[in-house]
Each structure stands twice: as C-alpha cells, then as structure tokens.
C-alpha cells in the first residue's frame, strides 16, 4: 500500500529526525541535499537517487523507503539484479511526523565488471522499479538470487570473522570481516532476516580487498538480541557467507 504524501521536510527537521550518528557525519549541505531527495519519494513505495559521484566511477546513492524488517536485504538485491557492488553503506532509520519510520541509507555503488562505464542516474532508475516492485511484492527476491553473480574464489589463507559487542546504548552490534566478493551485503542481510533479526543501523567499509560490515541488530520485538540467541545468528552469517565461494549463495 502506498503512503499518502508528505510534506517535503526543511533542512533542519530532516536532520532532527535523524540519529545523532547522521548529524556528526554530514554538514548543512549534504543534509540540504539529502532532505530533498528525501522529499522527491513522495508517496513511491521507495526512490533511489545517485547524491554524487566520485572520479573512480563510484557512485553515491541514496535509498529512501519505509523501514521494515528485511527491507536491506531488499535493496542489496536490486543492487546484485543490476550487477552492481556495494563498496560502502550507511543505512540510518528517521521517525516521520506519522510516527512511522523511514530508512535514508546512503551506498556506494561501482559496477562489477573491468573496464566499465561509471554508475548513473540510470542504474539509479533501475534499482528504483526493481526495488519498488520487491516491496509491493510484485518480484520475490528469489529472482535476485537466481540471477547473482558466479561464485569468486577465495583467496589463500582469507578468513572470516563473525563477532558481537555490546553498545552503551544496549544495542547489539555484529561485526562481519571478510574477503570482498560479489552479492555479500545480500548474503549477509538475507541470513540475518532468516535468523529473525532486525538490522537497525549498518555500516559496511571495503579496504584492501577485505569488507568490515557492521550491523545494529535487534530481534524483530525490538529487545536486545540475547546471547542464548547469537551463537545461531553467527552459523547463520557464516552458512551465507560459505555458499557464495561454493556458488550457492
């Protein structure tokens, strides 16, 4: 179902209703520009819109939608379906003035191939119908999985983490380091919606060839993910992680 339209947010209250991690990050005129794309989803079941773009070919996108449970997993699917990689993400959660909740997470976006041309406006398009008609149900995001990218192999001695802190602010945090492979962001996401856990925030980092995903995460209730709970999240990550080197991701 389609939300009715809201007011486009000023600068001020878009940052207001985002977390305090947001503010520190970005200055008034990336806000600015956020909270116009923000306001450019209108009443879309989501809008996806490149915010810069790098030298290198990257793109900056952002990805505005209402939050729900397994909603990132979606949109790394629009973004395996396009062959795109994620080389960065944020993804941040704001409170509406309907008291609802929406997701602004911010990607960086290259495409999986050499020599390529740079990501678009586009590719923003498409991931856009892509992701629209995920959430409206009109493409299970089993067609995402079909149409993946080929396994890549691993290379000598790579391994891969799985850990969990505590946050001051009682929230669980797991962080995933690993080799950089195509469709992992997916993999990840997909393995934490079958574990029955809800990401709250991410921040995935690309360095060298190895990936550092974290991930707030809370069960679907919104209490803490207990630790009677994470050894299966853990074999959970770990089984989804394995089975793109085997090619069954």
């Known amino acids: 179902m389609l939300r009715s339209p809201a007011s486009p947010p000023s600068a001020g209250g878009f940052s207001d209703s985002m977390p305090e991690r947001y503010r520190t990050t970005y200055d008034a005129e990336a806000v600015r520009e956020h909270a116009a794309i923000a306001a450019r989803r209108d009443a879309a079941p989501a809008h996806v819109e490149v915010w810069r773009r790098q030298a290198d070919g990257v793109a900056i996108m952002c990805v505005v939608a ?9 949109i790394s699917a629009s973004v395996v379906i396009q062959k795109l990689d994620v080389v960065s993400a944020l993804a941040f959660t704001r409170r509406l003035p309907s008291g609802t909740s929406e997701a602004f997470d911010l990607l960086w976006l290259r495409r999986d191939a050499p020599n390529a041309s740079p990501v678009g406006d586009a590719d923003a ?3 856009t119908e892509v992701l629209c008609e995920m959430i409206t149900g009109a493409i299970p995001i089993e067609t995402a999985m079909a149409r993946a990218h080929p ?10 983490t799985v850990t969990f802190d505590d946050s001051p602010a009682g929230q669980v945090m797991l962080t995933v380091e690993t080799f950089d492979r195509p469709g992992l962001l997916l993999a990840i996401t997909l393995a934490l919606y079958r574990a029955k856990v809800q990401i709250s925030t991410t921040e995935a980092v690309t360095k060298g060839g190895r990936v550092i995903d974290r991930f707030a995460i809370v069960e679907l209730d919104g209490s803490p993910v207990g630790k009677d709970r994470r050894g299966a999240v ?11 080197a085997r090619g069954r991701a």
């Open 151 to 160: 396994p890549r192999v691993v290379p000598a001695g790579s391994s891969t």
């Open 234 to 244: 853990q074999i959970e990550v770990l089984d989804a992680i394995h089975a793109i």
């Open 125 to 127: 398009k498409r991931i």
């Open 66 to 74: 209402d939050d729900r449970p397994g909603l990132l997993s979606l």
